[in-house]
């Protein structure tokens, strides 16, 4: 790879919909639960644990993690509303996606990469996609590294020894392109790459290794799935709001009986799956607010909410 690449452009369908969506700063569901690949198993870390276990870890090296870990966690930090980037397992999710093991997106295996590509300065579009000759891999593994360099030569240290406010600092720094060091990719069109990948981490479902425990979905009353052979289209119409505890496409698939290859005992999902798993017959589960649960529905989650 040459010293000198040409400058590039970040910009990609999963970027389009987070701006089309006017989610910038908000939820932003995972593009790939189509390719969800049945037998990944979910890596279990006890709640308030928020260590990297390297031996998780399939793309990144342990101190990449810890870097993704640490910046992830300012983007989406824990607060009295929930838990963290760092609780959730946003880092295996970035992870696994680099390396590309649902879908090739990390190795940009489903992309036209060869040249020309637009200049970031000669007006491209959303619709033109990928614009750059690093697929996510390499752009990741050069970012991490100058962003380290930056926090060295601004703050005399590691990002992940910097205060809070200095970290803040530096993403906002990355975020408005102050940084020099960068090359063939600007240091906003990283960040907005970053966010996105962390904000798809908080939110995706738990087999693509984040939203651990379902506890993205569950801060949004997001339900998942309605099961392999339900549906919600019986709850469209009913007023109230509708509480439908969360079931994951791994839920799913063990209710059908199916074989995964995960083992249950190794799954952050374990006692959701055992707690959620039911037969499709009566459709999904659901609850009314002001009134009874429906007997016919089984189970149903209480809302917490004060």
Known sequence: MPEEQPETRFDFTRR???GRSGLAGGVVLSGHAADVARGEVQQDTPNG??????DALVQLDIDQARLVQAMAERIYPSDELGPG????????FIDRQLAGLSNGWGEGANWYMEPPFVNQFEGATLNQGWQSNLVPQEAYEFALGWIEEYASN??????IDLSTEQQDELLTALENDDPDNFRSVKPSEFFTLFRTNVLEGVYCDPTYGGNRNMAGWRMKRFPGSPGALGSYRELIGREG???????????????TGIETGSSSSNSANSSESATHSHGHSHGPRYELEGEQKDEAQGDSEEDTDA
């Open 154 to 159: 601004e703050f005399g240290g590691s990002f």
């Open 49 to 54: 644990d928020t260590g990297v276990d390297e």
């Open 16 to 18: 389009s919909f987070l």
């Open 241 to 255: 709001f509708i509480r439908i505890p969360p079931r994951s496409v791994e839920d799913d698939v063990e209710s």
């Open 85 to 92: 980037a760092a609780e959730l397992g946003v880092v295996y």
